[in-house]
């Protein structure tokens, strides 16, 4: 009788009650959490120099870069953290009889606690691996039995091969299930530390898109205040209240004065936005508000505008 080979866990169920999809599907969206962690800490590198950090003032600048290595080293931190967990891999049965470690007791004790997964055949992990070799050994004896032509060896050898595959199954069930637990405690495990590192990395934009982007500040308000020889020359001025004041040898040479309001403001010996002198300008300003730079090539009365020589 020709010698068969032994029933292979390739006989079995590929994946009775999609286990190991589950847990691949576990794994890959640990991956995609990696890589999504892994790309905040990226972009908050270019975020430096698109938020023109160098240009804050001192304080603020250090302030904006620290919060941002803070965030790339927790998104770092986060990204290795997962990628430690979703490298977990198969686990066999030899490991959870043999490692002797915490993690793995937890995991036996676990699966002995659902015997339903040993098919019968055993009552624990360990039972269940003792069986198994029994049975692969009862195999082997059956067949070289059939070898030798002694009756009956052959029906001997099919009833063990039988169960051989059934236990193989059974095996595959376990491991599979092991799988998962092993993901579940290896977050569980990490949790906490996946938690307050999440929270870091929002905290750390958050924070960093405050530092970095400051909010403009409030309007001046000069309204009917006396403003005596203040040189105010390029500054921003923007919205600022000039109701009433009085400009006495203020100059506001090159200040950016857009919407700021200047009714009923006396003007003395100022220096207008465009550099001219409110006395040579009839005592105002009203009319030199805009720096030469601002003004449109028509404003100017330049050929672009259409107003020049032609």
């Known amino acids: 009788m020709a010698d068969s080979p032994p029933p292979s866990k390739d006989a079995a169920p590929e994946d009775p009650g ?6 691949d599907g576990v794994r890959a969206s640990m991956w995609w959490v990696a890589g999504a962690f892994g790309a905040v800490a990226l972009l908050l590198l270019p975020g430096l120099g698109v938020a023109d950090v160098g240009s804050l003032e001192s304080p603020r600048r250090w302030i904006a870069i620290g919060i941002a290595a803070i965030g790339i080293a927790a998104a770092a931190a986060m990204a290795q953290a997962i990628v ?3 490298r977990v891999g198969s686990v066999s049965l030899e490991q959870l009889v043999r490692d ?4 793995r007791a937890q995991i036996v004790a676990y699966l002995d606690r659902n015997d339903t997964l040993f098919a019968g055949e055993a009552e624990s992990v360990v039972g269940l691996h003792r069986v198994y070799w029994q ?7 059956a067949r070289a039995q059939a070898r030798e032509g002694i009756e009956g060896a052959a029906s001997r050898a099919s009833s063990a091969a039988v169960r051989v595959l059934v236990l193989e199954q059974a095996i595959d069930n376990v491991e599979r299930v092991a799988r998962l637990e092993e993901l579940r405690l290896g977050f569980e495990d990490r949790r906490r530390a996946l938690v307050v590192l999440t929270a870091v990395v929002f905290a750390a934009m958050l924070g960093f898109a405050f530092a970095a982007h400051p909010p403009d500040p409030a309007p001046s308000d000069f309204s009917g205040a006396r403003l005596v020889q203040l040189d105010l020359s390029g500054t921003s001025l923007r919205e600022a209240d000039f109701d009433g004041a009085t400009l006495d040898h203020v100059s506001l040479d090159g200040a950016d004065v857009e919407g700021a309001d200047f009714d009923g403001a006396n003007w003395d010996h100022a220096t207008c936005p465009d550099g001219a002198n409110s006395e040579d300008a009839g005592d105002t300003c009203e009319d030199d508000l805009v720096i030469p730079a601002q003004l449109t090539p028509s404003e100017r009365g330049t050929p672009g505008g259409g107003d020049g020589a032609g």
């Open 84 to 86: 430690r967990f979703a």
């Open 18 to 23: 999609g286990l190991g999809k589950l847990a």
């Open 135 to 141: 049975a692969l050994e009862a195999l082997a004896d």
């Open 100 to 103: 002797g470690g915490p993690r």
